[in-house]
């Protein structure tokens, strides 16, 4: 509240019509509103000898819609950027990382959603081949090379606990892993049982040993990630004859 407490007589008040008070329809379809929350309407107007005032309702709805345009703004550029890392706040509320799930976002997040989105993020996406347009090959000897020349594509995936070394700590997928150690002790067991079979093979007078290799099947994987440690490198059985 305004309170004029000179004498002078006010030039004249201008009522806010509520036309005015309608303009961007946008706010509104967004959620927020804040003008309507606005006890102050009408403009004052008010000239004396010593100089003039003057107080229009109309400066705090055009504030109102402002506010309301920033918030609509960050919210959907956030929640664009998330979708650019693979991380969507579904209906639900829920955090996903399936690109499927962008259409079943809301229009725009809450605040607390997008926090808990930016909190789950930064998730990489299961299989694809290409890292920031660049495509990865493995060589015989196992090493990651740009080269296509005589290697394997290879299809990238998030870290998970068993494939990080021992001790060691990531974030993936928005999930903590603490690294075991278990595919480096997958292929020093390889190593060993290669060496143990040739080895034996040799003491024996025997020269052929056929290695039987890992080949994955639905139980390798655990919610579309590979979680058995294993590769078609991976030696499951030596048969020496
Ligand atoms: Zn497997």
């Known amino acids: 509240m305004i309170k004029l407490s000179c004498k002078n007589k006010m030039k004249y008040v201008v009522p806010v019509c509520a036309a005015v008070l309608l303009i961007s329809g946008t706010a509104l379809a967004n959620g927020a509103n804040r003008k309507a929350l606005l006890a102050s309407h009408g403009a004052v107007d008010f000239s004396s000898a010593e100089g003039s005032i003057l107080i229009d309702s109309t400066d705090l ?3 109102a819609d402002e506010i309301d345009s920033l918030e609509s703004a960050f919210k ?4 664009k950027a998330l979708n ?3 991380t969507y706040v579904k209906n639900d509320g829920t955090v996903s990382y ?3 799930s962008a259409a079943n976002q809301p229009e725009l997040p809450t605040y607390n959603q997008l926090m808990d989105g930016i909190a789950n993020s930064q998730s990489s996406s299961i299989g694809i081949a290409r890292l920031s347009g660049t495509s990865y090959y493995r060589t015989s000897k196992g090493k990651l090379t740009t080269s296509s020349s005589g290697n394997t594509s290879v299809s990238l995936g998030s870290a998970i606990d068993d494939n990080l070394s021992a ?9 903590l892993l ?3 150690g278990y595919d480096n002790a997958v292929l020093y067991k390889n190593g060993y049982n290669k060496g143990y079979a040739e080895g034996y093979a040799a003491s024996e007078g025997c020269s052929n040993i056929s290695y039987t290799y890992h080949s994955h099947s639905s139980s390798c994987y655990t919610n579309g990630k590979l979680t058995c440690g294993k590769d078609e490198n991976t030696i499951v059985s030596a048969t020496i004859s």
């Not at 959907?76 to 929640?79: D, G």
């Not at 001790?167 to 999930?175: E, I, P």
């Open 61 to 63: 709805t055009n504030l």
């Open 76 to 79: 959907s550029k956030t929640k």
């Open 84 to 86: 650019g890392i693979n």
């Open 98 to 100: 399936d690109p499927g």
């Open 178 to 180: 603490l690294g075991t």
């Open 167 to 175: 001790g060691k700590v990531a974030y993936a997928d928005g999930t």
